[in-house]
Structure formats: C-alpha cells, structure tokens
C-alpha cells in the first residue's frame, strides 16, 4: 500500500515503524518527517497543516491511505480536503477535531452524550476566572481553551499560580477551570469509523518534568504499557475496556455522528480512575505522545489495515486487535530548558550502542542532520543534532516490566546529549507492585 504520514515526532516515527514491521512492501510517505524517520521511509517536503497541498500530492503520487499525527493537521481541515478528493484518510475532519481544539466544545459534547467528567466553568477573563478557583477550591486545575502542544494544562496548590498560568492563556482565547480529580490516570486509544469504535491497549504516561511528578507539565517524558494493576480493580483488562467503550467512547462517537460530524480517525481517551468511577480528563483527536511509542510496539494485528478499515468505514467486520503480552517502557530524552526555553542544534551521539541494546529501538522526535539545519554552524555538517525540545524516545520490550525498564535506561546512558534530561523512575512503580 502505498501510505503518506503526517507529523514530524516520535509518534510518528513509531506509527512508521509499525507499519515496517509488516514486511508486506508499503511504500511509504513522510512529511516532514525527522532523521530518524527518514531512515525508514521518503521524506516529502511538504506543508502539512496545508490542505490543498496534501491532497495535490496524495493524488500525484496515488497515495492508498494519509495517516495523520499531529493535531494541527486535524485542525486545519486537512482530512476534510483529501475526503473530498475521494483519499482514504485516518484522521477526523476539522469539525469533529474540536474535541481536542476546544475544550469548551468537548465538555459540551461530553454532557449532551452523557461522557462522566468533571465540572468545568469556562472563563474568558480574569475576574470569572478568579470567582471558578474560589468555587471549585484547591487544588486548582487550569487549562488553555485551544491546543497548545501539551502544555496548557497546569494543576497546583497555588492560587497565585493558577491566576498567573491563566492570565498567560487569556491572552490567546478563553481558559476552561475544571474540578480537580483524583485517582490513576490511563491512556487509552480507540480507533473509531464514525460508527464503530475498536480498542488497542491502554498505557499510562508521565506529564511531569520531573522525578516523583514534580516540576512543571510537559508533552510526556515518558510511558509504560500494559497496566496489570487493572486487573485488581476491574478484574481484569478487557473488562475495563468494555466499561470506556461502553460509557464514554460509543456515547462520544454517536453524539458527533448526531451533529453530522462524524469522528473517523484515533479518539484518545484521556481517564481517571476515581473512587466514583472512570472519568474523562480530556479527549485527543489523534494518537498520543509518548503513549504511541509503547502500544504500537507490542501491536501484533498489522496496523495499515486497521487504519484503512478505520477510514473507509470497514470497522464493524474487523475483531479486535492482538497484543503481544511483553511489556513495554519509553523514556523521553528532552533538551535543556526543556519545556520553557529548550536549547537547540546541540550534538547527539551514541544511537548505535543504545539500539544495540536487546529489546531497544529509537524512536525520534526532534532531530535532524546539521547540514539540513543550518549550513557551517558545526564542526561536523554530517553529526545528528537536536531541533526542538522532547529529542528521542527510547522504547525497550521485554517479557516483564524490570528487563523492560532495565533496557531502557542502559540504551539511555549511551546516549551523548550536553544539557539532555530525563526522568529516572518511569515505570518504577509497577516493577514493585508486580512479581
């Protein structure tokens, strides 16, 4: 088949490497793509968040099947253009992408469909934000209306805090207040056909920049999968499964059809296991990030043709997908000043040794060759060098969660980066809470 990929990250990459996995000779596509990913497959130079531009190439070069990552994409409407051309495509139209671009229009959604969640108060200036953190009390959960790349939401104590990280999103629309939930976050994705929805495997990721979840809130630094410790609340994995499609995935996905907008792409749930039940924290209209880069590995159904049922709306015939029962960590290797200011075009070394490790593969996320990134401004135009902030995944299977982790962090430490950080209890938990 012959498939183009959206997006330039780690999520990416690990979608590409899925689909390599296939051995079935995929041509494949990526735009923009990253050094890493352009190990594995064609980088296109293309806009990706320009509609007419991707499906103007997807038509050219008779692309089977467009995969989009990002949510900027989704939001500019691009899977609307490639449908209207008549291109299967994994990814929700603009309308339905609201789910993840605007909070406001979630939570609306989630109400009307009967979704559990918490409350939420939409505030468009400081004064109605100040009158919901004194109705709700500490402590305070603020969040950006609109996307804003995993960092528009912060939870603190702090009142003072809350006001300032609000006053900072007013500028750019409104900020929902939302009631603070407590218990075990999980991440689960669901492919859904606007009618049918199938699950792959929930994983949990870790926001926080820091060890102990400490420091501010990131795009991810890191993520295990699967999660034993649900099966002694639920009794076991499909069980909680069935409860999230059930009672919120399917009431979400009908509600949409409802309006005429319907969801055909990755619905993202984002859940917390309360002492009242699952509730829904956020919803993403497309793969998550580092989630991606540890259920995808341990994904045995082929993946392009769960896909390609997804968007042609084929889903109802399909059975569940397999899982393998390694277990799987991913620990994000970020740039210094990582998340305010991170420090770019710095050298990365040690790829090799690190892939060399049994179980270890790379998956990168923001890195490119120096000679593509600014000419004569290193010694060596040919060295691997940092572009953005979260660089490299580091994803390690193995057949329990200590040999898992156990890889993970020996491929880290051959890694070379000046100023790389990186948390060092991923998955630290349920290696003590498992045999």
Same mark, same amino acid.
């Given at each position: 088949?012959?498939?183009?990929?959206? *997006?330039?990250?780690?999520?990416?990459?690990?979608?590409?490497?899925?689909?390599?996995?296939?051995?079935?000779?995929?041509?494949?596509? &990526?735009?923009?793509?990253?050094?890493?990913?352009?190990?594995?497959?064609?980088?296109?130079?293309?806009?990706?968040?320009?509609?007419?531009?991707?499906?103007?190439?997807?038509?050219?070069?008779?692309?089977?099947?467009?995969?989009?990552? /990002?949510?900027? /994409?989704?939001?500019?409407?691009?899977?609307?253009?490639?449908?209207?051309?008549?291109?299967?495509?994994?990814?929700?139209?603009?309308?339905?992408?609201?789910?993840?671009?605007?909070?406001?229009?979630?939570?609306?959604?989630?109400?009307?469909?009967?979704?559990?969640?918490?409350?939420?108060?939409?505030?468009?200036?400081?004064?109605?934000?100040?009158?919901?953190?004194?109705? #709700?009390?500490?402590?305070?959960?603020?969040?950006?209306?609109?996307?804003?790349?995993?960092?528009?939401?912060?939870?603190?104590?702090?009142?003072?805090?809350?006001? +300032?990280?609000?006053?900072?999103?007013?500028?750019? *629309?409104?900020?929902?207040?939302?009631?603070?939930?407590?218990?075990?976050?999980?991440?689960?994705?669901?492919?859904?056909?606007?009618?049918?929805?199938?699950?792959?495997?929930?994983?949990?990721?870790?926001?926080?920049?820091?060890?102990?979840?400490?420091?501010?809130?990131?795009?991810?630094?890191?993520?295990?999968?699967?999660?034993?410790?649900?099966?002694?609340?639920?009794?076991?994995?499909?069980?909680?499964?069935?409860?999230?499609?059930?009672?919120?995935?399917?009431?979400?996905?009908?509600?949409?059809?409802?309006?005429?907008?319907?969801?055909?792409?990755?619905?993202?749930?984002?859940?917390?296991?309360?002492?009242?039940?699952?509730?829904?924290?956020?919803?993403? =209209?497309?793969?998550?990030?580092?989630?991606?880069?540890?259920?995808?590995?341990?994904?045995?159904?082929?993946?392009?043709?769960?896909?390609? &049922?997804?968007?042609?709306?084929?889903?109802?015939?399909?059975?569940?997908?397999?899982?393998?029962?390694?277990?799987?960590?991913?620990?994000?290797? +970020?740039?210094?000043?990582?998340?305010?200011?991170?420090?770019?075009?710095?050298?990365?070394?040690?790829?090799?040794? +690190?892939?060399?490790?049994?179980?270890?593969?790379?998956?990168?996320?923001?890195?490119?060759?120096?000679? =593509?990134?600014?000419?004569?401004?290193?010694?060596?135009?040919?060295?691997?060098?940092?572009?953005?902030?979260?660089?490299?995944?580091?994803?390690?299977?193995? =057949?329990? #969660?200590?040999?898992?982790?156990?890889?993970?962090?020996?491929?880290?430490?051959?890694?070379?980066?000046?100023?790389?950080?990186?948390?060092?209890?991923?998955?630290?938990?349920?290696?003590?809470?498992?045999?």
């Amino acid at each position: 088949m012959r498939i183009l990929v959206l *997006g330039s990250g780690a999520r990416e990459h690990a979608i590409v490497l899925a689909l390599r996995r296939e051995h079935v000779g995929h041509e494949l596509y &990526a735009a923009p793509g990253n050094a890493g990913i352009a190990q594995e497959t064609e980088l296109v130079t293309l806009d990706p968040v320009d509609p007419a531009a991707v499906a103007d190439f997807a038509i050219r070069n008779n692309i089977e099947l467009v995969v989009i990552g /990002p949510e900027a /994409p989704l939001v500019a409407g691009v899977a609307d253009a490639l449908r209207t051309r008549g291109i299967p495509v994994f990814g929700p139209g603009k309308a339905a992408a609201a789910l993840e671009g605007s909070k406001t229009f979630a939570k609306r959604i989630m109400d009307e469909a009967g979704v559990p969640t918490g409350r939420a108060v939409r505030s468009g200036s400081l004064a109605e934000v100040e009158a919901a953190l004194d109705e #709700f009390g500490a402590p305070y959960v603020v969040k950006a209306d609109g996307l804003a790349a995993g960092k528009g939401v912060l939870v603190t104590g702090e009142r003072d805090a809350a006001i +300032a990280h609000a006053t900072h999103w007013l500028q750019h *629309g409104s900020v929902l207040i939302e009631e603070f939930l407590d218990g075990q976050e999980v991440s689960l994705f669901l492919l859904s056909d606007g009618t049918t929805v199938i699950p792959l495997s929930p994983a949990q990721d870790y926001k926080r920049l820091g060890d102990g979840d400490t420091g501010p809130n990131t795009g991810g630094m890191g993520a295990y999968s699967p999660l034993p410790w649900l099966d002694e609340r639920f009794g076991s994995e499909s069980a909680f499964v069935d409860e999230v499609i059930e009672t919120i995935a399917l009431p979400t996905v009908r509600r949409l059809a409802d309006e005429d907008t319907p969801f055909i792409g990755l619905l993202y749930c984002g859940l917390i296991l309360t002492d009242t039940g699952i509730r829904v924290i956020e919803f993403n =209209a497309r793969f998550g990030d580092p989630e991606t880069q540890v259920v995808l590995p341990r994904l045995v159904t082929p993946l392009s043709g769960l896909l390609l &049922a997804a968007a042609n709306g084929e889903l109802g015939g399909v059975a569940r997908p397999q899982f393998s029962r390694d277990a799987c960590v991913t620990v994000v290797l +970020a740039s210094e000043n990582y998340p305010d200011a991170p420090i770019t075009g710095r050298q990365i070394t040690g790829l090799a040794a +690190a892939e060399a490790v049994p179980g270890v593969t790379i998956a990168h996320a923001a890195t490119a060759h120096s000679n =593509a990134v600014h000419a004569g401004a290193v010694q060596n135009a040919d060295e691997l060098v940092a572009t953005g902030g979260r660089v490299l995944s580091v994803v390690a299977t193995g =057949a329990d #969660f200590g040999e898992a982790r156990s890889r993970a962090y020996e491929a880290l430490a051959q890694i070379g980066l000046e100023g790389g950080q990186f948390r060092s209890d991923i998955a630290a938990r349920v290696v003590e809470s498992t045999p």
